[in-house]
């Protein structure tokens, strides 16, 4: 079964930068990133295919935000750029069902990780 660990949270001002990290037993599937904020559903982010040849972003936070995979160390990035309060969060990747991104439904994604704290705040 498909493993997942997410890491590079923090806290950071308005405006600042950090990258996201979610490392994988093994990759054959879309990994997808959602949010998750106090008190608040779990909102999907970004998705990258399997193969990575397809990237899908929300609304919220395009042009912002990267998704990337490293095939040689099974990883999965979320670069966030000119991040903003509402950015704030508790950060998780999934596994899709299909190599490709079918959506942002979280009871569509499976094997979550325990997720990395986002905080955004000056």
């Known amino acids: 079964q498909l493993q997942l660990v997410e890491s590079g949270g923090g806290l950071v001002q308005p405006g600042g930068s950090l990258r996201l990290s979610c490392k994988a037993s093994e990759f054959n599937y879309a990994i997808g990133w959602f949010r998750q904020a106090l008190g608040k559903e779990r909102v999907g982010l970004s998705c990258i295919s399997g193969g990575g040849g397809t990237r899908a972003y929300a609304d919220s936070v395009k042009g912002r935000f990267t998704i990337s995979r490293d095939h040689a160390s099974n990883t999965v990035f979320l670069q966030m750029n000119n991040l903003k309060p509402e950015d704030t969060g508790r950060y998780y990747c999934?596994?899709?069902?299909?190599?490709?991104?079918?959506?942002?439904?979280?009871?569509?994604?499976?094997?979550w990780g325990q997720g990395t704290q986002v905080t955004v705040s000056s």
């Open positions: 999934a596994r899709g069902a299909y190599e490709f991104c079918s959506g942002y439904d979280p009871h569509e994604y499976t094997n």
